[in-house]
């Protein structure tokens, strides 16, 4: 007898790029943390600044979506469906988006 493949479920998919988002939001913020090169000067150390500030800013926008998926997966847990009607652009993180 072959083993079968678990069934695929909503849930689940959401739980597993929830666990993703995680891994690459903390490896955005390793990204960040690490400290410019001193040799650079000019329009290389602005373009270091630059890549730095443009990874800060897709963390933060990886960060509100995974808060956003994060409220889905409640709502899949509690009814075992998404809302139709159900608007998850509101919540902790978009307090803190602009």
């Known amino acids: 007898m072959s083993k079968s493949k678990p069934k ?8 597993r790029l929830m666990r993703s988002m995680e891994v690459a939001i903390d490896n955005m913020i390793e990204e960040v943390k690490k400290p410019v090169d001193p040799d ?8 270091e600044l630059q890549s730095i500030k443009q990874t800060a ?25 998404i ?13 803190f988006s602009k």
Do not use: P
Request: hydrophobic share 35%.
């Open 83 to 95: 809302g139709e009607v159900k608007d998850y652009s509101g919540g902790f993180a978009e307090r």
């Open 57 to 81: 800013t897709d963390c933060k926008e990886l960060l509100i979506e995974r808060q956003r998926l994060e409220q889905m997966i409640k709502d899949l847990a509690a009814n075992g469906e």
């Open 40 to 47: 650079l000067s000019g329009s290389g150390r602005k373009a």
């Open 8 to 15: 695929f479920t909503t849930l689940s998919a959401a739980e």
